[in-house]
């Protein structure tokens, strides 16, 4: 079974960090939420280990979990309204193209399955 996602601690942490300017406080559940966080959005244990060494390299870590996180999210909300549009129109190849797409752009887990699934869906329609 795929393991539950919970992105709202890490988005809270990096709104308080990166945008109202509160500092990165590398503390033992911070570690870990970014640690498991790094994890699901594509990065191997070693580069997130190797990330948490420093307090500088945790920050670019958490920058960059949220921007995959927020970048994955909006491509695939964008590609799936294009590909049901594509699909109400009775056009599967360009609907399938859609997820072709995000699959070759896309390095977060979560979303790739998401446009894995929905290609396979797409494969199986009459």
Same mark, same amino acid.
């Given at each position: 079974? /795929?393991? &539950? =996602?919970?992105?709202?601690?890490? +988005?809270?942490?990096?709104?308080?960090?990166? @945008?109202?300017?509160?500092? #990165?406080?590398?503390?033992?559940?911070?570690?870990?939420?970014?640690?498991?966080?790094?994890?699901?959005?594509?990065?191997?244990?070693?580069?997130?280990?190797?990330?948490?060494?420093?307090?500088?390299? /945790?920050? &670019? =870590?958490?920058?960059?979990?949220? +921007?995959?996180?927020?970048?994955?999210?909006? @491509?695939?909300?964008?590609? #799936?309204?294009?590909?049901?549009?594509?699909?109400?129109?009775?056009?599967?190849?360009?609907?399938?193209?859609?997820?072709?797409?995000?699959?070759?752009?896309?390095?977060?887990?979560?979303?790739?399955?998401?446009?894995?699934?929905?290609?396979?869906?797409?494969?199986?329609?009459?």
């Amino acid at each position: 079974m /795929a393991e &539950e =996602l919970d992105w709202d601690p890490i +988005r809270s942490l990096a709104r308080r960090v990166l @945008r109202d300017g509160e500092p #990165l406080m590398l503390t033992i559940e911070v570690r870990g939420l970014l640690a498991r966080t790094a994890r699901e959005v594509g990065f191997s244990q070693a580069e997130a280990t190797a990330a948490l060494a420093s307090d500088t390299s /945790a920050l &670019e =870590l958490l920058q960059e979990c949220s +921007r995959r996180i927020s970048e994955g999210s909006s @491509r695939m909300v964008n590609a #799936l309204h294009r590909m049901y549009q594509h699909k109400r129109e009775g056009d599967l190849d360009s609907a399938r193209q859609e997820m072709r797409d995000v699959l070759a752009a896309e390095v977060v887990p979560h979303y790739r399955a998401v446009a894995q699934g929905q290609l396979n869906l797409l494969d199986d329609a009459p």
